[in-house]
C-alpha cells in the first residue's frame, strides 16, 4: 500500500527566507504527486501537481523518484504563505483515490 | 460556478445518536469522494461515487457508516450509531473525470463532534 510521509507538523520560518516542506512516498509503481494547501477558514485547494512541472505562487516541487521525493520549495516565503500544506499522492490513471501526508503547518513570521 | 457544497459545516451529537451528512458536487462532476481526518490523523479515503455506483468503499471503516448518491446528484453519509472517534472532519470532494491532470476539488468539510 502506497504511503505519504511529511516529517515536519510545524515549520516556522521568516519572511523573505526560503521554506522547503518535505516530502517522502512510497510506492511500487508509477504514483502521481500533489500538494494540496488549506488556507485559515479556507477549503483545501490544490497548490501544484508534478505531471504539470509548474511553479504555482512562485512554488515548485520536482519529483525525485530516486529518493522518492515530492519537496516543496519556495525561494522567499511570505506571510501569506502561512498555512497547512498536505502532500498527497494517486496512483497513476487509475480512480482518483488520494493518500494523504498527515500535513505541515507553516507559519511565516514577520 | 458554485464549488462542493457540504453540510452542516458543524455538528455536536451524543454517542449513539445519528448523523446525516450532505455533499453536493459541482455540477456536471460525476465523481465524488468522501475523506476525512480524525483528531490527530491523517485525511483518509472513505469511498469514491461514479455517478450513483461505489467505484471504491475500501476505506470505509465499518457498517456504522453508509454512503448513497441516488440519482448520481447530492451524496449522503451517515453515521448510525455515531462514535466518540468518529469525531473529525468529513471532506466531500469531486471531478469531472478520473484522467491524469484531472483536478479535485474539494468542500469546506462537515465538523463531526460525538460527545
Known amino acids: 500500500a502506497q504511503r505519504v510521509t511529511q516529517p515536519e507538523k510545524l515549520l516556522s520560518v521568516f519572511k523573505g527566507a526560503p521554506v522547503e516542506l518535505k516530502c517522502n512516498y512510497s510506492?511500487?509503481?508509477?504514483?502521481?504527486l500533489f500538494w494540496y494547501v488549506q488556507y485559515s477558514r479556507q477549503r483545501l485547494q490544490l497548490l501544484l501537481r508534478h505531471i504539470s512541472r509548474e511553479s504555482i505562487k512562485g512554488f515548485t516541487a520536482d519529483l525525485n523518484k530516486g529518493e522518492t521525493s515530492f519537496h516543496l520549495k519556495k525561494p522567499f516565503a511570505q506571510e501569506e504563505d502561512s498555512a497547512m500544506y498536505y502532500c498527497a499522492l494517486s496512483v497513476y490513471g487509475s480512480a482518483r483515490q488520494l493518500t494523504f501526508g498527515s500535513g505541515t503547518q507553516l507559519t511565516v513570521l514577520p | 460556478e458554485a464549488g462542493v457544497t457540504q453540510f452542516p459545516s458543524h455538528s455536536v451529537i451524543e454517542k449513539g445518536q445519528t448523523v446525516t451528512l450532505r455533499c453536493d458536487p459541482i455540477?456536471?462532476?460525476?465523481?465524488l469522494y468522501w475523506y476525512r481526518r480524525v483528531m490527530g490523523k491523517e485525511i483518509k479515503f472513505l469511498l469514491h461515487f461514479v455517478k450513483e455506483s461505489k467505484q471504491d468503499e475500501s476505506g470505509m471503516p465499518n457498517n456504522r457508516f453508509l454512503a448513497e448518491r441516488t440519482g448520481g446528484t447530492y451524496s449522503t453519509l451517515k453515521v448510525q450509531p455515531a462514535e466518540l472517534e468518529d469525531s473529525g472532519v468529513y471532506f466531500c470532494a469531486s471531478s469531472q473525470s478520473q484522467g491524469a491532470g484531472n483536478t479535485i476539488y474539494f468542500g469546506e468539510g462537515s465538523w463531526l463532534t460525538v460527545v
Open positions: 510506492y511500487s509503481g508509477s504514483p502521481e
Open positions: 455540477s456536471g462532476h460525476d465523481n
